[in-house]
């Protein structure tokens, strides 16, 4: 049996296309899983313009932040039926026997491979999950609201595993692209107040969004000092900064404006290797942390806060379209016209 699918065929600029490929054959603890929704991360844009930070295998089926319906358990698998309706976490293959895999922590295993650049992803009809990766959702949940749940899993990683926020911290976002506004979001939702979130000139209509999800004040680095501001609020600086730009470079500037004893956490990252003056996280004592994916428990809460509704998720989705359609849904990400596309299969 074939199915369409997006494909990255080559390491250069738009080698993607739609392919005719065949439907995958499941193994005895997968799941072929029919996909309800699958939303267009900026790494799947990244690697349609090949200025991706990761190895990637090519051909590969893009997507790994999907939902669906079971449609065919392996022999082996136990808690899941043909019907059921899940999210998939995005470690495809982990060794299942280091350190990191047996202590819960296997999206740090050094053999993880991810869907969508390791491993055949779910921009298709169908696709080939193991058991172990599987949440099912409530009914309550859409499958276009519930395909998110992978990029708020990296947001509540980053803000409320990965940093400590209490009720009333200084908390400034850098970058308000769609896991920065999560990222916001999750810090809203611990209780950052000030929240301060900072975009470029072009990013007016994402800021708008970030007042919605609970920033207090927002920035146009290329309007306003962006120091002046965060000191304003308190002369110390602020006690995490969340680098969520995509970019090596605010790096320099997270590390100034936090606090000493302060924190700061880089959860976006891209392929320049920049000198920095990191003379400041020994100086103030701060602790700089670095923010990779999600786990099991992660998933679970933020399916509870998408089910919810708390973390206001419809102010992410700005486009929905068939598969078909995946050319315009990466371009209106990439212009900055939506924070988020999803494609429905
Ligand atoms: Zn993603
Ligand atoms: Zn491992």
């Known amino acids: 049996m074939n199915q369409s699918a997006v494909v990255q065929y080559a390491l ?15 193994g005895d603890d997968d799941v072929l899983l029919k996909v309800g929704a699958v939303s267009v991360c900026g790494s799947d844009v990244h690697q349609a313009h090949n200025t991706q930070s990761w190895t990637v295998n090519v051909p590969v089926i893009l997507g790994h932040e999907f939902c669906g319906t079971v449609a065919k358990a392996g022999r082996a698998v136990k808690h899941f039926r043909d019907g059921d309706r899940v999210v998939s976490e995005t470690a495809a293959e982990i060794c299942g026997e280091c350190l990191l895999c047996r202590t819960g922590r296997y999206n740090l295993c050094p053999q993880r491979k991810g869907f969508g650049y390791g491993i055949n992803g779910a921009m298709a009809s169908y696709v080939k999950v193991p058991a172990r990766c599987l949440h099912k959702i409530p009914d309550t949940l859409p499958f276009g609201l519930a395909c998110l749940a992978e990029p708020h899993a990296v947001a509540y990683n980053a803000m409320c595993v990965n940093s400590t926020i209490r009720p009333g911290d200084l908390v400034v976002v850098l970058g308000p692209g769609p896991i920065g506004l999560l990222c916001a979001r999750m810090a809203a939702l611990a209780g950052a107040d000030p929240l301060i979130v900072v975009g470029l000139a072009g990013d007016a209509a ?53 606090r000493p004893d302060g924190q700061v956490a880089k959860v976006g990252w891209s392929p320049d290797l920049l000198p920095i003056n990191v003379n400041p996280l020994v100086l103030k004592n701060v602790r700089l ?20 509704r708390a973390t206001m998720p419809d102010e992410i989705v700005g486009l929905t379209s068939p598969l078909e359609g995946w050319r315009g849904a990466f371009d209106a990400m990439h212009e900055g016209r939506v924070i988020k596309s999803v494609l429905v299969p």
């Open 12 to 26: 250069e600029p738009l080698a993607v296309e739609l392919r005719e490929v065949v439907v995958p054959e499941i």
């Open 206 to 258: 994402r800021l708008e969004t970030a007042t919605r999800l609970g920033a207090t004040r927002v920035i146009n680095a290329e309007a306003e000092d962006v120091e002046e501001v965060v000191r304003g609020f308190s002369a110390l600086g602020a006690d995490l900064v969340c680098d969520a730009s995509g970019a090596s470079r605010p790096l320099d500037l997270a590390l100034s404006l936090a």
């Open 289 to 308: 942390q670095g923010s990779f994916s999600h786990n099991f428990p992660i998933w679970e809460r933020v399916i509870h806060l998408l089910d919810r």
